[in-house]
């Protein structure tokens, strides 16, 4: 058992590389998922992070290279434009907004698959490692864009976290009070759209939507106050990391996809188990009552 | 060179065009019709979640076949488009979990047991599994006569049962309570609307490829909500823009090298889309710009 959880660390540097790298991510993921969560905005974060990719290939076409700031910065431009339209959509009276996201990020998607297999076919961008990632096998570029990205983010959110918590809890309240709600909100956008590309390289697009959606649904059910919310959330993600990652090695497999397994396996036993909003202890409690 | 691509393909010198060009209006019309529902109820992005939810299917039904059984593929598709259907609504329905939140939930962690079985294919060597990555963003070009008939006939079959509960699921859509009280089973029927997504999101992934379904039935039912103001109108419109595209994307595809059917018929989804809010007659951009007297005026009756 020890030997099998400790030699893959002998193995090369591969493992802790990928462990940093997969731990850092989902810690930003997880903490500006409980924010998004609250806003009732988690299926943004989806369509963020299918519109990085047209970002990052509009960043090749405008400059030619594929460095990290650059990419970041177009994706930022072409996110932003992205969560502008879905606003601008919804805000017609006859698209709803779920509708407007829909449209939005499918259409952006779209637009950087058809360029990515002709205009820039030879960029080396691989969709396949965009949508699936390789944590096993991450890149010095993809795990300083990890190191630099990560800590700015979170401090970020440290520094902001008034203002965030108060505009996503009532948004009206904090407006009242001074607070620059649209910036606030524009800046979380950014945040999201950063993290996402950051963390495509090293583990895939699909992993950063379950890491901002899963870990914040299932502090929800476990926590009552913000903080611990936040504290379930990364626990969430870290646990369902390290377990998903020593279970792609022992089985074999995507480790992304792994992860993400583990991470809805979480969710399914918080969703039944909860020790207050649990579907199990709710049952347990309704019969109760009824008996007496 | 373009203009001669162009000119193969209405000759259908070769019978994978046509048959392409057959999923792909079809995928544009059922999407269309089913979509139009989804869009109206505030379900739209279901169809993202149980478009991405069929890759586990489809790679379960691989690795059980060991083939690739364009039936066997399908069927699994089905089954775990409808899992994931049935588990957004247990998960939404629950006091404490919201349904954007479920949508999301279920959209990930199906893709990544999709994912994981996909590398499970890719590590054992059955050297058949090349095929199964079409399914992420379609290719009509690899659809076979025989299976654009028994697709053919699943959409026709799945449009009559629609248009028989036409009355009814009209209702849900717009005024659930209403239909409650006149004695429509609306659980029951919205049952019926998710398993219809299901086949219709099924049918289409051959096509468009199971991350871009989503697309082909939110696109042409939002362009429709331009174009008219009554049901049956938005229906319509929404069918024939929706197979329209299917055609465009499937003759863009074939013009142009490089290019994948799906994404091209959902660009020119979203170009008519953009054309009807701009232009279309119930709420585009340029009537309101044009005419503010018109509207002041109406304001003063």
Redesign the interface.
């Known amino acids: 058992m020890i030997t099998w959880l400790v030699d893959p660390w002998m193995w090369g540097d591969w493992m802790w590389r990928g462990m940093l790298t997969v731990n850092l991510v989902a810690i930003a993921c997880a903490v500006l998922g409980v924010f998004l969560y609250l806003r009732r905005m988690s299926l943004l974060a989806d369509a963020l992070a299918h519109v990085a990719l047209p970002g990052i290939v509009a960043a090749f076409l405008v400059s030619g290279s594929l460095d990290g700031p650059v990419m970041l910065a177009g994706a930022v431009v072409v996110g932003l434009l992205a969560a502008g339209s879905i606003e601008t959509l919804s805000r017609r009276p006859n698209i709803r907004s779920d509708a407007a996201i829909g449209i939005v990020f499918t259409s952006f998607f779209a637009l950087g698959v058809i360029l990515l297999s002709t205009v820039v076919r030879d960029a080396h961008i691989d969709t396949h490692c965009l949508i699936f990632g390789d944590v096993l096998g991450i890149s010095d570029r993809a795990l300083w864009l990890v190191l630099t990205v990560v800590p700015v983010v979170l401090g970020l959110v440290a520094i902001f976290y008034r203002w965030l918590t108060a505009s996503s809890f009532d948004p009206r309240f904090a407006a009242a009070v001074g607070i620059p709600v649209v910036a606030v909100n524009y800046g979380l956008m950014t945040a999201v759209t950063v993290t996402a590309v950051a963390g495509f390289e090293a583990v895939g697009a699909i992993l950063v939507i379950a890491l901002i959606i899963v870990p914040a649904a299932t502090a929800h059910l476990l926590a009552d106050r913000l903080v611990t919310m936040i504290a379930w959330s990364i626990v969430h993600a870290i646990v369902s990391c390290w377990v998903g990652l020593y279970l792609a090695i022992a089985i074999n497999t995507s480790a992304a996809g792994a992860i993400v397994v583990v991470g809805g396996a979480l969710y399914l036993l918080a969703f039944l188990f909860a020790p207050r909003h649990g579907r199990v202890v709710g049952m347990w409690r309704t019969r109760s009552r009824r008996e007496a | 060179m373009y203009l001669q691509r162009a000119q193969e393909f209405f000759a259908f010198q070769y019978d994978f065009v046509a048959h392409a060009l057959g999923a792909s209006v079809l995928v544009g019309v059922v999407c269309g019709l089913v979509g139009s529902f989804l ?1 109206l109820r ?4 279901m ?2 979640a149980i478009g991405h939810a069929t890759l586990p299917g489809v790679a379960a039904a691989f690795l059980v076949v060991g083939h690739q059984h364009p039936a066997a593929l399908l069927t699994g598709a089905l089954v775990s488009a409808v899992i994931a259907a049935f588990t957004v609504g247990v ?1 939404s329905r ?5 349904s ?6 279920v ?3 199906f ?6 079985l ?3 294919i890719q ?1 054992s060597a059955t050297g058949m599994q090349a095929g199964l ?1 079409q399914f ?2 379609g290719n009509a070009a690899a659809i076979t006569g025989p299976q654009l008939q028994v697709l053919a006939v699943i959409g026709v079959v799945l449009c009559v049962l629609i248009g028989l509960h036409y009355r009814p699921l009209a209702l849900l859509v717009f005024d659930e309570g209403f239909a409650r009280s006149v004695g429509i089973k609306t659980t029951r029927l919205e049952v019926g609307l998710l398993a219809a997504l299901s086949v219709a999101v099924v049918i289409s992934i051959q096509a468009v490829g199971v ?2 379904v ?2 082909m ?3 042409p039912p ?1 362009t429709g ?2 174009l008219a103001g009554r049901l049956p109108g938005v229906i319509a419109w929404s069918m024939s823009l929706g197979g329209l595209s299917g055609a465009l994307g499937a003759f863009i595809s074939y013009v ?5 059917t ?3 018929m ?2 020119v989804a ?1 170009a008519f ?1 953009g054309l009807a ?1 701009v232009f279309g007659p ?2 585009g951009l340029v009537w309101q710009v044009r005419l503010p007297g018109a509207r002041r005026s109406r304001e003063a009756l």
Do not use: K, M, Q
Not at chain 2, 100 to 105: L, N, P, R, Y
Not at chain 2, 256 to 260: C, I, K, M
């Open positions: 869009v505030g379900f739209s992005l169809g993202d998960f629950g006091p404490r979990v919201r954007d939140a479920a949508i999301g939930i959209l990930s962690v893709f990544g047991i999709g994912i994981v996909l590398a499970f590590t990555t992420l963003f991350i871009l989503a697309a039935l939110i696109i939002s909500r331009f142009f090298e490089g290019v994948a799906g994404p091209a959902v660009l979203t889309f809010l119930r709420g």
